[in-house]
């Protein structure tokens, strides 16, 4: 990671999120738990709004009689909501008992521990003494951390810095270093790293009154995904889905992550927003290009920038065993480097590798195959379900087993997207002309945690009573707040930074015509409507 593009803005960005009551700290009052975030009320609202836009825009408001734009035909879509702790061989079945890990290491002398793959370093020379710097930054900020770290360990003055010879440019350690030879990032001489472990990212827990013994481990689930696919037989067989459909679910997810970071972006408690599309093998292809895009344009029509949003497709040494295509739609977080972006969500071409590992058991690649992992007797190493997962078409009289499409999106780093991508600071003409720097939150009106705000220009002059009046006409309707407390000035500035994207103020006019002005926080522009047609005004404009 190079140094960030714009750290004053993220800077300001998480003091917003702060201050406005978006996101705090976990138990914060305790100092906190690093990789755990509370939403707090606006936050609860933004993210909220996100889920449902979400699941409204793919599972209910989704129109099953018509064949979308880019989609090779109709499609169902339906919903679950799965238990957070699954049975444990679903895990071992899913791969990602075995293989959902990330290599650690730690430094003796400091206590810090690292991501294996983070550490960088290069070799430096000093009349005669040779050690290989590492660092966990890379860019230029792993080389001027390299540089400092190299100067005090040789014990030099900066004029001296340049006497230092440096081979090549930062490079892993694994393959280029020795631990012997490695001078760790917090260490004050070369050999404090441990021998690299492997750790598994999957929270475990007990399940049942005996705690202790092996067999009543359990794990909080690292993916919403696996509770569709054991489900799969299930929404089949009660609801009347026919392939193609898909099953969406939004729930809690868990990684016990070595190095969380960057806000929420890493966090170990997360939520996550998955898709998993069932589809005859032959459109497959057509099906998993469909959802890249639809689930592209989703972004889009949110209104995130499209030149922050970046479609990669994965190259072939980038896939997973079983994959036979992904894309990931990212960001440019501004706490990544210039040029560099964050994962927001991942499209993948799964292949009919769940059902099968459901059926079969954990399934491994052998030649172009995918085929039952044996243990050394011969037997399933993790044996699956035994159950028919395959789906039989009653119109074409095929019986197969479905590819899978999976759209898995983060909630927690598409509302950090928005947040991040809606922040905005300008200059506006305060209530007596002057210029005024104020900050806004550019969020599109679905998303936005508060639709509107009445506001009575004066505390007094019956101003109060109609704007309760009218508080009371939209409260139904729509998330709308009521504020008499300060300049009429001070509540706009309140409001934007918030994101409202409309305020509704009750001034003198008001009381004699009972029209009222409607503000609209992106271009200002305020006109005056009359206080019985101000629920409608507003219903238009979130439409
Ligand atoms: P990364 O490479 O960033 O760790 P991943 O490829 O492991 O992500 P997936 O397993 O594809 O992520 O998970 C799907 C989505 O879940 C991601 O695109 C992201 O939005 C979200 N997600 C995954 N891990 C985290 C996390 N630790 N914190 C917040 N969101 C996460």
Known sequence: ????????????????????????????????????????????????????????????????????????????????????????????????????????????????????????GRWAGYRGRRVFVLTDASGEEGLTATAAKAQKFFGLRAKQAGEIEWEGDLVPLAGHASREEALAPEASEPGTLTEPREFNLMFETRVGAVAGEADNRAFLRPETAQGIFVNFKNVLDTSRVRVPFGIAQIGKSFRNEITPRNFTFRSREFEQMEIEFFCHPADSQAWYRYWRDRRWRWYLELGLSEGRLQLREHEADELSHYSCGTADIEYAFPFLAEGEFGELEGIAHRGDFDLRSHMEGKLVRSGGELVVETDETGKPRHRGSGRDLSYFDDVSRERFVPHVIEPSAGADRAALAFLCDAYTEDEVPDEHGKPRRRTLLKLHPRLAPVKVAVLPLVKKDGMPEMATELYRLLKPHMACQYDEKGSVGRRYARQDEAGTPFCLTVDGASLGDRTVTLRDRDSLEQVRVPLEEAVDRIRERLA
């Open 1 to 120: 990671m190079t140094a960030p593009a714009d750290q004053s803005r993220m800077d300001a960005i998480v003091s917003l999120a702060k201050r406005r009551g978006f996101i705090f700290p976990s138990s914060e009052i305790y100092g906190g738990l690093n990789g755990f975030w509370d939403y707090g009320p606006l936050g609860v609202e933004l993210k909220r709004n996100l889920k449902n836009a979400w699941w409204h825009d793919m599972v209910t408001g989704h129109d099953e009689l018509a064949t979308p734009s880019g989609a090779p035909g109709p499609y169902e879509m339906t919903g679950l909501d799965c238990t957070i702790i699954m049975h444990p061989q679903a895990w071992r079945c899913s791969g990602h008992f075995d293989l959902f890990h990330d290599w650690l290491i730690d430094c003796r002398e400091s206590k810090r521990r690292y991501r294996y793959d983070h550490l960088l």
